[in-house]
């Protein structure tokens, strides 16, 4: 479902609301407008992201990364 810009005013949402429920404005909602094929080929992508790179890194590549990555969680504020 698409979403819809509405007024953040509360006065000019409830006008918004009185004009749709008179008839008097449209309820539509904008048509979604990205291309099927391309968001196909944008999941594919996402899809094979992290293994691909995770199989081109050596052992000691990847032990590196991990310990950068415990020491950032673990890292106590101060």
Do not use: F, Y
């Amino acid at each position: 479902m698409a979403k819809t810009n509405r007024p953040k005013d509360t006065n000019q949402l409830a006008k918004l609301i009185a004009d749709i429920a008179t008839g008097e404005a449209d309820n539509d909602t904008p048509e979604d407008t990205k291309n099927p094929a391309a968001v196909a080929l944008g999941r594919l992508g996402g899809l094979k992201g992290g293994k691909a790179r995770a199989s081109k890194l050596t052992p000691e590549q990847r032990k590196e990364i991990a310990q950068k990555a415990a020491q950032k969680r673990w890292k106590k504020e101060d």
